[in-house]
């Protein structure tokens, strides 16, 4: 309603930004979910500032403050709202901490395997014969590859740290958007516009990226939302398998693994808060990207 | 009205997720629900939660705590170790050694194998001659026979064993050789083992069902030597998972679990349901240090990450302030949750050779920063802790809090744990500067492990074969040397005491605690703790039973 | 259709050595099996000997050739550890994993679809939205956790569950399968829950978002215009469009399912081929590794013939063998 209002009265300033914030904007849902973000966002990005301790300096932990329950006050006479970690951490640092690496961790692995996924799918689909052959017994291959092998190789291979991970999410999650993309692609192909495209004598790269790409964007983006999730939890569970980052400086993932040896003893805090930020982060994720799948996919176009 | 709606449907995850966490918050304050728990249904048959896989049942193929501990309930061997980690008589009634060289073995009369056949001396020559014969065996009991050179068969019930050299922990090893039936193990393989063809022993237990991975079931053997045991059959599951391990006992599926985490202990404690039962073990968790070279090693390094001129750890000074500097207190009361024992050196005080003049090193940070500074290091430096992750109990978190004390002393500390897979083969590989490591000793008794963990490393006389520090002190090699020969008990023990005060004081390496091995039951049944961690059947009774066990 | 299968299996042959050259190399680089199998105080000798006994001592492509050799007749070489055959193993250990695999899927594609139908039918509504909510759950709290939930509710808190393990089995065809008695079902069920929940929440998702572009469809609104029934609009339409995507799905996380359960699997002691994978990658017994993914990848393989084959009847517009299908 209030976009029809406003494109009526001021036409002219109709950009395709402006008309997409608003067509955006028409689910109030999907705002909320958009703001939730926006502050997990800032909270990630100025944990340094606003946390009452800084997470990963060791010097600053102590052990005897470990497992506090939330409010409690440590030897230091520093309150902990949220409770501290088996090692005397705070548990609202490490989780403003743990966000920045959660979220880094979700959104580049995704962001790069989405990349080489969907260009090796389109291509695959595209071209056929011995390409599409090859991509897809490679993508076989991978998805036969288990994560944790992978995981463990890069691990005694390259050592242990964020960058390793990432390339361990990507490595693993890239062909099952490969295999996605080139399912909806093989579709496409067959379609008319394609058939016309071809007529033109249209470049392949403008084939690909202008006609193809945005037709088989709808399925990946439902895929990748996912996935960004998948990712994060993908990450704890290496971790809880014993195969993450370093333990001295725990994302979410990490955190809820921690804290998993406590779920039964009662300490729920130490898995439960994170588990918390996870799934708020997870849930704003999803909203916003189920809003931008409806407002980018051209055949929902009223 | 439809805000509303979309107000709760978005919130219905969070709320979905602290319903869970209320019900199993309250599971956790409330008394369980396990009423099975208290009566499994038959009594004389009980299930029991194992830590880890075994790998087989061929008592010759494996020397792995958990197949050595199973098979026990199956086999025999000549000697064994009681619940305190004494050596007491089991196949064999008596043995003493003839001259430096020899032992003489008396066995025991009127024990049969489970097929009825007599045990006797021909089969435990047998048993001796397979052990170093078993195809594929990925790490082999030879280590115990390889010193005989020869055994004769005296008549039935004596068997004489030479040595090349003086072995005073003959009989000790004689505990870990477990006796086979000649008559059915002359053909058999480890298949035969595994599919209970071959598995007849003297033990207290029959062989039902083992699957891989999975289970391994015994029935009573009721003409037992010792007398009858209380269960007629047990099911060994393997519930590797700690967390599923004690849910399995929460919801009684099993009636006892080994290795109770150290996070579910104090819920446990309160439970009127279960009951717990602990005992130090023989097994030391403590830090090897680099010192294999005079060149700093790759994970030591100045705080502007420049290389150091020489190797810190060289340098006894800097050894005993790492040591200084770590709270063990805090450790076993916070992290092992008071399930472990401060440590002063590789075993216990209540075991065979160790000194009581050894205490844990106090934690003293202000000293370790000053004994740095006399080192040469006022500002400290830049070093990574390696630990294995999967290994021992809590050993992640363990290398964790080390770190947080040594970055109290102004060392820039970094913490990297791994499975053990990728762990132990780069610390044999001599990649770390600081390795968090653990030791159990066998043989109750501490020449064995400083042997293999302090002595100069040698593959040729087979000392320090796991010294992965590289420590090397000739002094000690040789006070060592001449104790691991001493047959007078007394004697050796004293010189394995002076060596360990020597070794100690140069802080070879770094003591942190002994484990503390947990188990739990139900509160019907009652486990009496062993020190070699091992959990058998024989050590549990329901509770007001008279302890069996006498020999008929 | 013939020549099809025939080329796929004989691409499948490539896969298969590429696979295992993959985990050859991959196990190698993690680690030395021996330092993990050998009791600690052994000494060189000994350690010498059980590389041996391994084969270890000798070169990596001599290794691995010989690995070559003897899989071609079908031996895939013993288990480090258990010394058992790995391919013996690994069958004894299956028929639990595809129980277990078949299980979870069912729930998801039994609660996925329809849940999905609605949500996409209903997309404003109080339980459209309610639905997508929760999916939400299903995806972002890690498998490890959620299935420790579920023992400590259902097992622990409630009692009506067993907490681990595989129930009573009764051999079907000659497969021992626990879902035939009442003592398996009780088993299965929170492991079978525990690993359909995010194949749950994918299901839903995607199959609302099919179902919502569906409805957009000319042929649906025309289908409507015509006057056809709701049921029928929704059941041959709406549903018929949505279904590649949604089988391709199916295919991959029936795959991923099989392979690695590992954590649930873990959780609930389940005696599949996902523990002993996570057994075996700790230990290093590289023969079990090497042989597991062997079958894996072939099943994978199979699978993805058999999605391919399902697309083409679903839509005759994809070809078999596409590879001549871009030429026009």
Known sequence: MITTIASSVVPEVQTPLRRFVSEFAESKLALAGAALLTFIILIAIFAPFISPQNPYDLAKLDILDSRLAPGEVSSTGAKHLLGTDDQGRDMLSGIFYGLRISLGVGLASTVFAVAIGLTLGMIAAYFGGWVDTLIMRIVDIQLSFPAILIALILLAVLGQGVDKIIVALITVQWAYYARTVRASALVEKQKEYMEAAKVLALSKTRILFRHLLPNCLPPLIVVATVQVAHAIALESTLSFLGLGLPITEPSLGLLISNGFTYLMSGKYWISFYPGVALLLTIMSTNLVADQLRDVLNPRLKK | ?552 | MFSYAIRRLFQSGFVLIAMSFLVFVGVYAIGNPVDLLVNPAADEAEKLRATIAMGLDKPFYAQYLSFLGAASTGDFGRSFVFNIPSLELILQKLPATIELALFAMIIAVTLGIPLGLIAGLKPDSFIGRFIMALSIVGFSLPTFWVGLVLIMVFSVHLGWLPSNGRGETVMLLGVPVSFLTWDGLAHLFMPALNLALFKLSLLIRLTRAGTREALLQDYVKFARAKGLSNTRVIGVHVLKNIMIPIVTVIGLEFGSVIAFAIVTESIFAWPGTGKLLIDSINQLDRPVIVAYLLVIVALFIFINFLVDVVYSLLDPRVRLGASNASGH
């Open chain 2, 1 to 552: 009205m439809i805000r509303l709606q979309r107000l709760f449907s978005a919130a219905a995850p969070l709320l979905a997720v602290t319903l869970v966490t209320l019900i199993f918050s309250s599971v956790t304050t409330a008394q369980t629900t396990a009423d099975k728990a208290e009566k499994p249904a038959r009594a004389r048959d009980i299930s029991i939660g194992l830590q880890a896989a075994i790998t087989s049942m061929d008592p010759h193929y494996h020397n792995i705590g958990p197949n050595n501990s199973i098979l026990r309930h199956i086999f025999e061997a000549l000697t064994t170790y009681d619940e305190n980690g004494k050596l007491t008589p089991a196949l064999a009634v008596s043995w003493r050694p003839i001259n430096d060289t020899t032992w003489e073995f008396k066995l025991r009369k009127n024990v049969r194998f489970h097929d009825g056949s007599p045990f006797t001396a021909d089969d435990v020559a047998f048993s001796l001659k397979r052990v170093p014969n078993v195809p594929n065996s990925p790490s082999s009991f030879a280590t115990f026979t390889k010193p005989i050179i020869d055994v004769t068969v005296v008549d039935p019930y004596t068997i004489v064993f030479k040595t090349a050299s003086p072995h005073v922990l003959l009989p000790s090893d004689m505990s870990q050789v477990l006796i086979v039936a000649k008559a059915v193990g002359e053909k058999a393989t480890t298949d035969d083992y595994n599919a209970g063809r071959a598995a007849v022993g003297t033990g207290a237990y029959k062989f039902v069902e083992y699957t891989a991975n999975q289970r391994v079931v015994v029935k009573a053997n009721y003409g037992y030597w010792r007398g009858e045991e209380p269960w007629d059959k047990i099911t060994f599951k393997m519930l590797v998972n700690p967390a599923a391990r004690v849910a399995a006992l929460l919801s009684g599926d099993v009636e006892m679990i080994e290795t109770v985490p150290t996070a579910d202990i104090a819920k446990l404690e309160k439970d009127k349901k279960f009951a717990l039962s602990d005992k130090v073990s023989n097994r030391v968790i403590y830090v090897h240090l680099n010192q294999h070279q005079n060149k700093a090693p790759v994970f030591m390094i100045d705080k502007s990450g420049k290389p150091l001129e020489k190797n810190p750890l060289q340098d006894v000074r800097v050894r005993r302030a790492l040591s200084m500097a770590i709270n063990r207190d805090a450790i076993v009361s916070r992290v092992m949750e008071g399930r472990a024992v401060a440590a002063s050196q590789l075993l216990a005080d209540q075991f065979f050779g160790t000194s009581k003049k050894l205490k844990p090193t106090k934690y003293d940070p202000e000293g370790a920063k000053k004994l740095l500074a006399e080192a040469g290091y006022p500002n400290g430096f830049a070093m990574t802790i390696h630990g294995p992750n999967n290994r021992y109990i809590n050993d992640a978190a363990i290398a964790q809090t080390i770190a947080q004390f040594y970055a109290k002393i102004g060392i820039d500390v970094k913490v990297e744990t791994m499975p053990s897979s990728v762990y132990f083969t780069r610390a044999s590989k001599l990649e770390f500067s600081y390795m968090v490591l653990g030791w159990g000793t066998e043989s109750n008794e501490q020449g064995s492990a400083l042997r293999s963990l302090l002595a100069t490393y040698d593959v040729a006389k087979g000392m320090g074969v796991t010294n992965r520090g590289r420590y090397s002190n000739l002094a000690f090699d040789k006070a060592l040397s001449e104790a691991l020969v001493t047959m007078d008990d007394k004697k050796r023990e004293g010189m394995i005491q002076a060596a360990a005060e020597m070794v100690m004081g140069d802080v070879g390496l770094i003591p942190l605690h002994y484990e503390v091995s947990t188990w739990a039951t139900t509160k019907a049944l009652k486990y009496s703790a062993r020190t070699d961690q091992y959990t058998l059947a024989m050590s549990l009774k329901p509770v007001g039973a008279p302890s069996s066990g006498a020999v008929r």
